[in-house]
């Protein structure tokens, strides 16, 4: 019998640190093209191995290859690429903007833009997201108006919110995205029960959680996968692995699982990991899932493998927990890159044009920042109005808050 000894507490460590060089060695990526595309009905016993691997379209050589290809056009891309693009330009702009004080607070998207940019486009409409903080491709790729996002960064006179959420907590339910929540994974069950309740009345709507790694770690997580799994809830639970919580790496909340897709396995869920910087393999791992959810085959879940290439937040700073070349090193790329190689070997694009592009999007953001910034910024202009606080909260108001909005004078 071995001898015991002393015990020793284990804390999970990071390949590298400030000032090491990048290690990626342990994200094993397969070949382009060489994950299965099974039928959507498939049992989830027989599709185990799809939690383990990673699913991708885009080969090196900017080429679509393997079953997962072709969903897209060549109209439909260039439209993707453009949103990618506008959501790059945005970050670019608002985050600028914190630091001129316009604004408290911003939360950049950089290297992620393509799995909410992509995702959108496989709901239908009526379908509700239920996001993170990180997720703001969800409205860009909607069609939702810039300047109305803007307005609610910057808390002013024509902020939909009425200066009610931290900037950049959106919410529109007529783009189908619920309002966003700074308490992480509450959103997670949400999305479950609304997903409950839209199969209960029959409807043909779908839900679409969304939690970044670090968050997964939390209890709410676990409960909305068992209601999921119980229920067959209509329902794409997906999972944000971009290698960093606010400062720590993924391998804290991952435990000893391998992977975050592995933890649908012990739930009976099925489980797909996707190359999350993939345009292509985004929108056919969500297309795939959004119609298995409406077929009342019940939920999915998908982990994006992707990288945070900016800061957690405006207030964090990654060179005291990363490497500052980290994110040159990821072995994924670029989400925008790639996409735009694609599209210029596909002989439907250019480095000139994307060049234009880039100007031309540029300008449109600068001149919705500046029609936002007429109605008001953190520190100067309109603000919401001191009666907005009373009003919308109660279908009548009650006594006491009557009397104080009188004392308020508003």
């Known amino acids: ?17 400030p000032g090491g060089t990048p290690d990626f060695s342990d994200v094993t990526i397969p070949k382009a093209g060489s994950v299965p595309r099974p039928e959507i009905d498939v049992d989830p016993r027989d599709i185990r191995d799809l939690a383990f691997s990673i699913i991708r379209v885009l080969n090196r050589a900017g080429e679509a290859v393997g079953p997962w290809a072709g969903l897209l056009s060549d109209d439909e891309l260039l439209e993707g690429l453009r949103h990618m693009m506008t959501l790059r330009s945005f970050d670019a702009r608002m985050q600028m903007a914190q630091r001129q004080g316009k604004t408290s607070f ?20 009526g379908d509700m997201n239920f996001p993170t903080y990180r997720q703001a491709g969800l409205l860009i790729a909607d069609g939702y108006p810039m300047v109305t996002m803007m307005n609610q960064i910057y808390s002013n006179q024509a902020d939909p919110l009425k200066g009610r959420q931290l900037p950049i907590m959106y919410s529109s339910k ?3 995205f619920f309002s966003i929540s700074g308490n992480l994974a509450t959103q ?8 409950m309740a839209s ?6 709507k779908i839900a679409a959680a969304w939690i970044g790694d670090g968050s997964t770690a939390e209890s709410d997580f676990h409960s909305a996968l068992v209601f999921a799994s119980t229920y067959k809830a209509p329902v794409v639970l997906n999972v944000v692995n971009n290698q960093w919580a606010i400062s720590t790496f993924q391998g804290i909340a991952r435990g000893g699982s391998g992977t975050f897709a592995a933890r649908g396995l ?21 297309k795939w899932a959004a119609e298995r959810a409406r077929k009342n085959l019940g939920p999915t879940l998908v982990e994006y493998v992707t990288y945070r290439v900016g800061a957690h937040s405006s207030s964090d700073d990654p060179s005291a927990y990363r490497p500052k070349a980290e994110s040159d090193a990821w072995p994924l790329g670029d989400p925008i890159v790639r996409l735009k190689n694609h599209l210029i ?27 936002a910034e007429r109605h008001g910024t953190l520190h100067a202009g309109g603000k919401p ?8 909260v109660y279908g009548e108001m009650p006594p006491h808050l009557r009397r104080q909005r009188q004392q308020a004078g508003v």
Not at 199 to 204: E, K, M, P, Q, V
């Open 266 to 286: 012990g739930f009976g869920i099925p489980s797909l990991r996707v190359d999350g910087n993939d345009y292509l393999a985004v929108h056919a791992v969500a």
């Open 385 to 392: 109005s001191t009666r907005d606080m009373f009003e919308g």
């Open 345 to 371: 070997q596909r002989g439907v694009w250019s480095d000139e044009r994307h060049t234009q592009a880039e100007a031309e999007i540029l300008e449109t953001v600068i001149a919705a920042q500046r029609e």
């Open 106 to 125: 911003y939360m950049q998207h950089l290297g992620e833009e393509a799995v909410s940019c992509a995702f959108r486009k496989a709901l239908a409409p």
């Open 199 to 204: 199969a209960i009345s029959n409807d043909s």
């Open 1 to 17: 019998m071995a001898d015991a000894g002393m015990l020793r507490f284990h804390v999970p460590e990071p390949e590298v640190r």
């Open 174 to 176: 007529e783009h189908g």
């Open 188 to 195: 997670y069950i949400q999305a479950v029960g609304w997903a």
